[in-house]
């Protein structure tokens, strides 16, 4: 054979046989956790950048030409600081470490753009380890800015730069606060001595196609990941990825392109009809304070808006919706520029109000009223502003839901309910993600969980699976919504998100996705599943931050006294204004006050879980609303009465009340005189501290001279008993009291019944303090965990106990305890002539650590089940623990009064600013003071007053008074100089079922508001009478809307009402 031709064959046969081997070589067993791991290498940041293709993201880069530097005194306006940069700037280089924390710090970038960069992407890069926010170079907000939390480090200056513009000036706002405050860890308190280090200002190349592709990687990537193993789907994502990183020479861009399609035929199989639906939509959960003051949340909301714009203009179906009209309030008294701009979007249907609340408050503390107003101005304003009503009330983050808060909603026009704060829930997972919720008066709304358990998803796969198999409901509900973009200190939705959407809205093995909105999602369900859906009653209770009814005590006494204290000033305001003495009502004023108190209703805030930075600026609030409601409320009074040195009694309740009633005077003054119809047999005495005591008449919400009832009651008593134990006793209950001030007898006179049940061995007497450890899992502020009732310590060292008031209107005792060697407790045990029940008037000079104060009850009661208090109404809790249900609820919400009852016979605890009880067996306990460390470490510490009381009472709570006593409790008369001739009611109702809780001015027209409601849980027809010369009324929803032809002419002076159980009415009263 010829060598020739045989080395030819032989050649021919070696490349035959290499090129088969060589395809054969590329066909191996695919490990799943390799390969996966290798798509993972292959876009991190942390491992391989030099050679991966996240490390391809950016190219050339140049440093800024400039940077001057000016720290400012406070967060001061574009204007202002431009004027101190002129004036003080000097230049800075990175490396430079600026603070303290909370300070501002400003900056004025120039650049100059290569030429060679034109038609490339070019970015500022900027990291200053904190928030900051881009300014063009005529004042307007740009971006926010924050690297940590996986936010955002850069701005896009332009997407193709043209050669124009060379020279170019941005300017940096700097905070000195990360995204969660200033502390070391999330809800660690802030740290002074932290300082914040400009690690990286330059600008850089951004590689689009590059960028592109890695996001088609990672999608299959997770797909891969996410998907069940079981799931050919998953396998194909895995080989595809895998196909995808062969193709790809990270450092020739022209391979990208081939692998995109391979990216693309796979991300394009469409899904089938029948596949979940997720209703995607933009949010930004910023919080109104937290682990930062108000003043930065203003700060918080350009960044985190001026971001969702700038991606509005690069994502045409984005759409983005935001809660709390404060906070777009906000952003237009400081961002007017920004502000304009968000309204386009509005306008447009893509920048979408919702909620209909001033900000999203607590759901368990707010009074009734109060939550009316948080939907009257919220309401308000969007109406005023964008010409929008809200139809769902939005609230994700709040530690639990009044059960009265549907019948609130629908009277400002709303339906419908978004949260997912019960995914929290520590023992018991919630049954469903959309149903209908109804409350304790029988309203419903449709309600709806997003079934991935949070407000700030990223859509990501794995999110979207759970958005699908964590649905709740399923066979009854095919749709759920899908909340992404960073929340709590802000940021918004990232780039990074969208175009997640853009791969993944419609790809087989996915749920489907569509950019939605809140009516759009909830209209689909209304008309599809509406029908199908399960109810849940009653409340929405949070198995988790229960702690939040007793953390913060001072936020929690003033919240409840200005709710009080502005209702009382517009009742005699708008009295005054419809009589003619007043000339203007107070709008202004009154709306400023509104706002300022349900701003510190913001469920960070009158909850106690921020910081005292926080705290100094809420009770900073409260000072306010009361120092101005105190003046408005006496400037009313003394236009309705004439001048005098006397007293007149004002009564803020819608019954009658006699009662003893305090009035400042000095020991060496005259006795209070009084009107015309003054009875000679007024009963008086005096205090330990020398002021004048009066039994006194007060008609229902009216004024009275100091007035006598008819029939005076029985004297009070006071002495001190054979064991060393003192009795007290006016007639109606005698209670006797040891040296620790504790209970050991209570009885209601007429029935000789005990109302307490002791016990030596175990120390449960009447007023028993005990100590609990209270040391949570993690939430320091927020919890108070179940095992905390393990480590109960009674409180029995008394240093002292002697009588301190004996008089026939009121006797009392003063008893001081010892806590620890740091705390202790002075208490007045009082009781006055003619009350049933007997008060403990409390201070307590706090400084523990960990440390959980209570006072106990045991009640000679058998009951499973205690009443509580709330909005408009009342609610059962089990006594017992027969289930994880039951058992989770070991600390619970109540208002003014709780009550453990058996049939014809209860005992109910009052108060005057707790909200945390708890009832186990028999045992009724107010939750009294809390002291966590986080994010406060000053929670609690120092000096607090408060005032609760014990009432037994025969037959129901409901007959025997109760709900009116926890009224004037928390209302006491009121006694101002000035006489009026006779006694004079403004309103009063005829049945004791119906409570008149308000009486305002209305909002836009010449009339009053009476906001009623049914409080025995009953049907209930009652008459409204006035001495005011009114002619007309009509039933109005709280935005105080009706309907023209609704109006109804008085009849005989009084108006006739008809009220379901725990319903509540607003009626519009006009007068003559």
């Excluded at 689009?208 to 990537?221: F, G, I, N, S």
């Excluded at 700030?456 to 909340?483: C, F, P, W, Y």
């Excluded at 303090?769 to 095992?787: K, S, T």
Aim: net charge negative.
């Amino acid at each position: 054979m010829n060598f020739s031709l045989l080395v030819t064959i032989r050649s021919s046969c070696s490349t035959a046989i290499a090129k088969s081997g060589s395809k054969m070589d590329r066909k191996v067993m695919k490990s799943r956790r390799c390969t996966l791991e290798r798509a993972e290498k292959f876009i991190s940041s942390d491992y391989f950048t030099d050679v991966n293709l996240r490390g391809r993201l950016y190219g050339d880069k140049t440093s800024l030409s400039s940077i001057h530097h000016v720290a400012v005194t406070d967060r001061v306006s574009f204007k202002d600081a431009m004027r101190q940069m002129k004036s003080e700037g000097k230049p800075t280089n990175t490396g430079t470490a600026y603070g303290p924390i909370w300070a501002t710090h400003w900056f004025k970038l120039t650049f100059d753009i290569p030429s060679d960069w034109i038609g490339k992407e070019v970015h500022l890069v900027w990291n200053s380890g904190c928030e900051a926010m881009v300014w063009s170079d005529i004042g307007e907000p740009l971006m926010g800015l924050n690297k940590s939390y996986d936010r955002k480090d850069y701005y896009i200056i332009t997407r193709n730069y043209d050669g124009k513009q060379t020279c170019q000036t941005l300017y940096i706002e700097m905070a000195c606060n990360g995204m969660f405050g200033a502390g070391s860890g999330l809800i660690t308190p802030p740290d002074v001595n932290k300082t914040y280090t400009l690690s990286t200002a330059e600008i850089r190349v951004f590689n689009r196609k590059a960028y592109e592709l890695l996001m088609d990687v990672e999608t299959l990537y997770d797909m891969a990941k996410h998907l069940p193993e079981t799931d050919q789907r998953s396998y194909q994502a895995l080989y595809t990825v895998n196909q995808m990183i062969n193709s790809i020479h990270v450092s020739d861009e022209t391979t990208y392109d081939a692998a995109r399609n391979i990216a693309k035929k796979f991300l394009t199989e469409k899904n089938g009809d029948s596949q979940h639906t997720i209703h995607a939509m933009g949010h930004c959960h910023i919080d109104s304070a937290w682990l930062w003051p108000y003043d930065e949340t203003k700060r918080k909301c350009a960044r985190s808006w001026a971001s969702t714009l700038q991606l509005m203009e690069d994502y045409e179906d984005f759409t983005f919706v935001c809660s709390q009209a404060q906070q777009f309030d906000w952003v237009k008294t400081n961002y007017p520029g920004l502000y304009s701009r968000l309204k386009e979007q509005v306008k447009r249907g893509r920048f979408i109000p919702v909620g209909g609340t001033w900000v999203e408050m607590d759901g368990n503390l707010p009074s009734g009223e109060a939550f009316i107003r948080q939907f009257l101005y919220g309401q308000k304003f969007f109406k005023e502003e964008f010409g929008i009503q809200c139809k769902e009330f939005w609230l994700p983050d709040t530690f639990g839901y009044s059960a009265q808060l549907p019948q609130v909603m629908q009277a400002a026009g709303i339906q419908r309910f978004l949260t997912q704060k019960l995914s929290w829930s520590l023992i018991n997972k919630f049954p469903h993600n959309t149903f209908h919720w109804q409350g304790i008066d029988g309203t419903s709304c449709l309600a709806h969980f997003p079934p991935a358990d949070n407000y700030s998803a990223e859509l990501q796969v794995q999110e979207l699976l759970k958005t699908s198999t964590n649905q709740k409901d399923k066979g009854r509900v095919n749709h759920g919504i899908m909340l992404f973009g960073h929340g709590d200190g802000g940021g918004g939705p990232k780039e990074d998100m969208l175009e997640r959407y853009e791969r993944l809205k419609n790809c087989d093995g996915i749920p489907k996705v569509c950019m939605s909105n809140p009516s759009q999602f909830f209209e689909i369900i209304e008309n599809e599943s509406s029908a199908n859906l399960c109810t849940w009653v009653g409340e929405l209770y949070l198995e988790l931050h229960q702690g939040t009814f007793t953390t913060q005590a001072m936020i929690k006494k003033m919240n409840r006294k200005l709710e009080f204290l502005l209702q009382h000033v517009e009742l005699f305001q708008s009295v005054g204004c419809m009589q003619g003495v007043i000339d203007k009502y107070p709008s202004d004023v009154l709306d400023r006050l509104w706002k300022q108190l349900l701003l510190n209703q913001f469920h960070d805030v009158l909850p106690g879980s921020c910081t005292n930075q926080v705290v100094v600026d809420a009770l900073a609030l409260y000072e306010d609303i009361e120092i101005t409601g105190n003046s408005l409320l006496q400037k009313a009074v003394e236009a309705l009465v004439q001048p005098a040195k006397s007293f007149v009694v004002c009564n803020t309740n819608s019954w009658k009340r006699s009662e003893v009633v305090t009035l400042k005077t000095s020991t060496g003054e005259d006795q209070p005189g009084g009107g015309k119809r003054q009875k000679s047999s007024l009963k008086t005495a005096r205090d330990n501290e020398g002021n004048t005591l009066a039994y006194v008449e007060v008609p229902s919400l009216g004024i009275s001279p100091l007035t006598s009832p008819d029939e005076i009651p029985e004297r009070v008593t006071i002495e001190n008993t054979s064991d060393g134990h003192i009795l007290l006793q006016n007639g109606i209950i005698a209670a006797t009291i040891d040296m620790n001030g504790r209970v050991h007898s209570m009885k209601c006179i007429r029935s000789d019944r005990e109302a307490v049940r002791t016990s030596a061995e175990t120390n449960h007497y009447g007023n028993q303090f005990v100590m609990f450890d209270d040391i949570p899992l993690f939430w320091d502020a927020w919890d108070v965990m179940d095992y905390h009732l393990e480590t109960r310590k009674p409180i029995v060292s008394s240093t002292s106990c002697v009588i301190l008031d004996q008089c026939d209107l009121r006797c009392s005792i003063i008893v001081k305890l010892n806590i620890s060697s740091t705390s202790c407790i002075e208490q007045i045990i009082s009781l006055d002539m003619g009350c049933p029940y007997l008060k403990f008037s409390t201070k307590v000079d706090w400084n523990e650590n960990h440390k959980f104060l209570k006072v106990e009850f045991p009640m000679n009661v058998r009951a499973v089940n205690a009443t509580y208090e709330i909005q408009f109404g009342h609610l059962q809790r089990p006594t017992h623990r027969n289930t994880s249900w039951d058992s989770a609820r070991y600390e619970v919400v109540g208002h003014k009064w709780a009550d453990l009852s058996e049939y014809g016979w209860g005992v109910a605890l009052l108060n005057d600013c707790k909200y945390g009880h708890s009832c186990h067996e028999n045992v009724l306990s107010l939750s009294l003071l809390r002291s966590p460390k986080s994010p406060d470490p000053d929670a609690d510490m120092g000096q607090h007053e408060f005032t609760y009381a014990l009432f037994p009472h025969e037959g129901t709570f409901q007959d025997a008074g109760v709900i009116q006593g926890a009224y004037d409790l928390n209302k006491p008369l009121m006694s101002y100089h000035g006489n009026i001739d006779q006694p004079i009611s403004f309103f009063e109702v005829d049945n004791p079922a119906v409570i008149i809780e308000t009486v305002k001015k209305g909002e836009s027209t010449n009339s009053m508001v009476l906001r009623i409601y049914e409080a025995f849980g009953g049907q209930a027809k009652a008459n409204v009478k006035t001495s005011l010369p009114m002619n007309r009324f009509v039933r109005c929803n709280i935005m105080e809307e009706f309907n023209q032809a609704d109006v109804v002419t008085i009849q005989d002076g009084c108006i006739q009402v008809s009220l379901k159980p725990f319903e509540f009415q607003s009626i519009m009263v006009y007068l003559d």
